[in-house]
């Protein structure tokens, strides 16, 4: 089973910055892909940002030109560089992994870290 392990959230203020990091137990470059959800208080949970393989990357709308998700294949390790942030930020971010074996997929989820920008 993949641990993943999420690290570098904390309380800002509006207009801070974060860096979220999620560390993984096995070689990241044998991930499909790997991304960034966040859950905020009474929502549901949402990607923010992911990443395949190939580095191709994908975000929500609401943090484009704000978060950028990078991943470091040598470290294990897939971060999320946070600016500008904004008190909808709010939230529990999870970090999570796909992978594929013999046609199955799988999916691992670290336990979350919380951001929290007040205003």
């Known amino acids: 089973q993949v641990q993943l392990v999420e690290s570098g959230g904390g309380l800002v203020q509006a207009g801070g910055s974060l860096r979220l990091s999620c560390a993984a137990s096995?070689?990241?470059?044998?991930?499909?892909?790997m991304g960034w959800y966040r859950q905020g208080p009474g929502k549901e949970r949402e990607l923010v940002a992911s990443?395949?393989?190939?580095?191709?990357?994908n975000y929500a709308d609401s943090v484009k030109g704000r978060f950028t998700i990078s991943r470091d294949n040598a470290k294990n390790t897939v971060y999320l560089q946070m600016n500008s942030l904004k008190p909808e930020d709010t939230a529990v971010y999870y970090c999570?992994?796909?992978?594929?074996?013999?046609?199955?997929?799988?999916?691992?989820w670290g336990h979350g870290t919380q951001v929290t920008v007040s205003s």
């Open positions: 999570n992994a796909n992978w594929v074996v013999l046609s199955r997929t799988f999916t691992s």
């Open positions: 096995e070689n990241i470059f044998s991930f499909n892909a």
């Open positions: 990443i395949t393989s190939a580095r191709v990357t």
